[in-house]
């Protein structure tokens, strides 16, 4: 009869043990979840960084392509102004 519910004790305590580690120990849900977090974010962030590179791939080809690209970034980014052309600067009204 006590053979019975020593048995029955040591797999309480087994099972008690064994979710104290998965609650609360190394490894255990809680630092599951904040690794799948981490991931996730981590995720975003190359994906962010990915569509960045195919956007510079993208500059990179047309720079290398054709000389409008170059010509409109050296007017846009450097204020080029092509012989025989006028240049024109316009500033926004002060409303004081």
Do not use: H
């Not at 519910?5 to 580690?21: A, E, P, S």
């Not at 609650?23 to 991931?39: H, I």
């Not at 690209?69 to 092509?82: H, P, Q, Y």
């Amino acid at each position: 009869m006590w053979q019975d519910k020593w048995v029955t004790v040591v797999l309480i305590v087994l099972l008690g043990l064994l979710q104290y580690r998965l609650w609360s120990g190394k490894n255990s849900l809680p630092d599951y979840l904040a690794l799948k977090q981490e991931v996730q974010q981590q995720s975003l962030q190359n994906d962010n960084l990915a569509q960045r590179n195919n956007l510079l791939k993208a500059d990179i080809s047309d720079l290398k392509i054709g000389l409008e690209s170059i010509e409109e970034r050296a007017r846009n980014e450097l204020g080029l102004i092509k012989q025989g052309e006028t240049f024109y600067r316009i500033l926004p009204a002060d409303n004081e």
